[in-house]
């Protein structure tokens, strides 16, 4: 296959997964809010597992790389970063290419503690961080039915889907 001349499609789609294991000592963020619970996301930064998932998302629309490339582990700048800067900062590099979100569809795995009542807040958080209306960001809740490292209550994981477009 060859290099192909045509335009870039004026809309983009990408997707993104990420996952934290729960430890004790670690306050609970999610979708840039801080949820009251006894176990926390264990990470580099913040450890925001419905942020960064949003990251990889946009960023693999845009065809620019990862959150890791962005905004690495080993990196002493990055080191308890608040993921709300993480996701400010992938804006802003979208924004280089001429993107701005369209809208994202995320799924947080968790069996506890319950997330639906906070989904309205961290709707609200992402859509004043990103600058889009608040009926662009979706957030939904599952859990695994007790099943794997979700279901054991180890971890927490995250999807996230979004779709860009030439601002």
Do not use: W
Not at 15 to 33: Q, S, T
Not at 128 to 149: H, N
């Amino acid at each position: 296959m060859s290099n192909s001349t045509q335009p870039i499609p004026s809309f983009r789609v990408g997707m993104g997964y990420d996952v934290h294991k729960l430890v004790e000592g670690r306050d609970l963020y999610l979708g840039g809010i801080k949820i009251e619970h006894t176990l926390g996301l264990l990470g580099h930064s913040d450890a925001d597992v419905l942020i960064h998932a949003i990251c990889d998302a946009l960023l693999g629309a845009a065809n620019m790389r990862d959150i890791g490339y962005h905004f690495p582990d080993t990196s002493a700048e990055t080191l308890d970063m608040d993921s709300k800067v993480i996701l400010r900062k992938t804006i802003d590099l979208l924004s280089t290419k001429g993107y701005r979100v369209g809208n994202i569809d995320a799924t947080v795995c968790a069996e506890r503690p319950k997330i639906n009542p906070h989904i309205p807040a961290m709707c609200k958080c992402l859509s004043d961080i990103i600058g889009c209306d608040i009926d662009a960001v979706s957030i939904k809740a599952t859990t695994s039915e007790r099943m794997g490292f979700v279901g054991r209550e180890d971890g927490m994981a995250a999807y996230a889907v979004c779709m860009i477009v030439k601002a």
